[in-house]
């Protein structure tokens, strides 16, 4: 599918990004197998043009998770435009020629700082499908990088009908073991702490984003019970400041 490069320990700085794109409205713009297919077709063929390289990836139903090494932002952004232009006319010549936009922002990005920060971002990426409660196990997914990962062998999917996908582990600098060891840092407490509240609350992930009285009640529990600071919790959610301020002053 795409190739994952080698990294050299030493070259960890602000080369390494995680891009993050989601469909307008949170609308489920990759809702079924051949929409993500043509996505990661896209990302394969114009990877070729452009001088970056894809370390991890996750396409789920309404956003997508891509982690890239590049030496030149200009190329990241020619890279997203590329492909996010692209889908978005074929999503809506598939919808029936809808009109409008497709994606919620052009993308957005985070520097990549340290080797720990690379590799919790790996994880978290991976994580992402059972989070969502669309798989039990991250290998179940097909639509993400994380087999590469965890076996380093060649594998055939039918993810392209008529092609056969290759994937070729070379990533030396993390060991299986820190791989599969989840670090018990602050975003996988929030992660769990997010996931209990909704078993608790018998509620669907997409409803505390539809619905502002979950909201409010999810972040009054990771404060109130689990101790979790505001700024965490808003970065997590994505939350900006002033509709955090403004739910802080209803929760409290």
Do not use: A, P, W
């Given at each position: 599918m795409i190739k994952i490069p080698r990294i050299a320990r030493?070259?960890?700085?602000?080369?390494?990004?995680?891009?993050?794109?989601?469909?307008?409205?949170?609308?489920?713009?990759?809702?079924?197998?051949?929409?993500?297919?043509?996505?990661?077709?896209?990302?394969?063929?114009?990877l070729n043009r452009e001088e970056l390289e894809i370390i991890a990836?996750?396409?789920m139903n309404n956003h997508a998770h891509i982690l890239v090494k590049v030496e030149d932002i200009k190329e990241l952004s020619k890279y997203m435009q590329k492909i996010n232009t692209i889908y978005a006319q074929y999503y809506n010549y598939m919808e029936g020629n809808r009109v409008g936009y497709v994606f919620r922002d052009r993308y957005k990005s985070e520097p990549i700082l340290?080797?720990?920060?690379?590799?919790?971002?790996?994880?978290?990426i991976h994580r992402n499908p059972v989070k969502a409660n669309m798989v039990k196990n991250e290998k179940e997914y097909p639509y993400s990088s994380y087999h590469y990962y965890l076996t380093g062998e060649i594998e055939k999917t039918n993810i392209f009908e008529h092609e056969e996908i290759e994937y070729i582990c070379n990533m030396d600098f993390i060991d299986e073991e820190t791989f599969l060891d989840i670090d018990t840092n602050i975003e996988m407490k929030i992660d769990n702490s997010i996931s209990e509240f909704i078993k608790k609350e018998q509620i669907k992930v997409f409803e505390i984003f539809e619905k502002r009285d979950?909201?409010?009640?999810?972040?009054?529990?990771?404060?109130?019970?689990?101790?979790?600071?505001?700024?965490?919790?808003?970065?997590?959610?994505?939350?900006?400041?002033?509709?955090m301020e403004r739910l802080k002053n209803r929760v409290e």
């Open positions: 030493n070259c960890l700085d602000t080369s390494f990004f995680h891009v993050m794109v989601q469909g307008i409205n949170k609308e489920y713009i990759f809702k079924n197998n051949r929409y993500m297919k043509r996505y990661l077709q896209l990302m394969k063929e114009k990836y996750c396409i340290d080797r720990r920060q690379l590799i919790q971002c790996v994880k978290y979950i909201l409010k009640k999810l972040i009054r529990y990771l404060k109130e019970v689990k101790k979790i600071k505001y700024t965490n919790i808003m970065k997590k959610l994505d939350i900006t400041k002033g509709t």
